[in-house]
């Protein structure tokens, strides 16, 4: 394996993921954030994420614990890099805030240092230039409570080199991933391809007022048997990430004035504290969600 050493840059609900799950799989990791709280956050998720790794996969708490205690926190680029072999970005979906990420990225990190973006919705290609290292950078990107939804979608962009793309792949099924490589730059990779346009629509609903977030959910996982609903992912994505992407999409929506008011909406959540299963509270409240009660679909 040509990785050993990880930094992920970002500890949000999906870097913190990325973070503690490459540290399972035995990687050195360290994980980048801007400040000390930001950190804090971080290292709160992922003593939710042990839980979820103890119900789910059986792992024991001290095996756990001495996981998270292996992992490096650091506020200082330059210190967090210095040694990584791979840097994973996993910052907010902001073109601006990305490319001058990568501009700093590049003055700090060994020559040898390959770059992925973990974002969501912007293409590789975006960000390449910034990087000052095109051919070792790509996109990685993973779909939430990675432990067991272990999806890795690997996308390159024209500059891209192959034994990158390579060695991506290989990383993935490292870190237990399924690779799901993509042929060619497409926003939203596969998985967002065809999950945003099923989280667009419920939120249209919601938004014109055409039903409560709990009754789209609850006719999708009656209808399909799905086993939640767009609201119930929207939590889990988290709904300042769904902010980001909405915004960042919002002139290429036929519908402009609804997404004006998805827009609004959100917001107004987002400034109550109502951020998604992180702060225990979205749509729904957490731990016990309503969509998980035995008698919600009926």
Known sequence: MKYKNVTIAGGGILGSQIAF?????????????????ALKNCKERMTLWQKFYQKDLGISNDQLQKIYKSIAFKTDLKSAVSEADLVIEAIPENIKIKSDFYEKLNQFAPSHTDFATNSSSLLPSYFAKATGRPEQFIALHFANRIWIRNTAEIMGHSKTSSKLFDDMIL???????????????????????????????????????????????KTWMIATGAPNGPFA???????????????????????????????????????????????????YKYPNPEFLKDDFLK
């Open 21 to 37: 799950h490459t540290a399972f799989h035995g990687f050195s990791v360290t994980v980048y954030d801007i400040s000390d709280s």
């Open 171 to 217: 990383f993935a099924k490292a870190i237990g991933m399924v690779a799901i490589p993509v042929k060619k730059e497409q926003p939203g990779y596969v998985l967002n391809s065809l999950l945003m346009p099923f989280l667009r629509a419920g939120l249209n609903l919601w938004a014109n007022d055409v039903a409560e977030p709990h009754l789209i959910d």
């Open 233 to 283: 992912t929207l939590d889990t994505v988290g709904l300042k990430t769904s902010l980001y992407i909405t915004k960042a999409h919002l002139n290429e929506n036929s519908d402009i004035e609804t997404t004006k008011l998805i827009i609004s909406k959100l917001e107004g959540m987002v400034a109550e504290g109502k951020l998604g299963t992180a702060s225990g509270q979205g749509f």
